[in-house]
């Protein structure tokens, strides 16, 4: 059995995380009051809904978070059937920052955070 370490730490404080112990050159770290994310010591912001979107994921590592759950939690209990390929949008924009595999699609389900 194989087990992951995760290095996601989220602030809900606004601090420089950079200075923390528990962030190493791997870590990644969601300031939620600052609406900043850090890579290891890279700073990398994002719009509003790829942030929101990367914190719901990041509530709950290794959680399968449905479609129609994202979809509802980030664009509204109305959203629209176009919102669904935007989603597809906004995860690929996600990924393309994180230079990095964190977000894994688990066909047919959802999107998942995991490092």
């Known amino acids: 059995m ?43 912001t994002f719009p509003k809904k790829e942030f929101e979107l990367l914190l719901l994921l990041a509530s709950n590592p290794r959680k399968v978070f449905k479609r129609a759950e994202i979809l509802t939690n980030i664009w509204g209990p109305r959203h629209k059937p176009k919102d669904s390929r ?21 066909r047919g389900v959802g999107y998942r955070l995991e490092k």
């Open 86 to 106: 935007s989603l597809d949008v906004h995860i690929r924009m996600i990924r393309k920052k994180l230079k990095e595999e964190f977000i894994t699609t688990v």
């Open 2 to 44: 194989e087990f992951k370490v995760f290095n996601i730490l989220v602030l809900d404080e606004h601090s420089d995380p950079r200075h923390s112990p528990l962030v190493d050159e791997l870590a990644l770290v969601i300031d939620k009051a600052a609406y900043v994310v850090y890579l290891g010591s890279d700073k990398i």
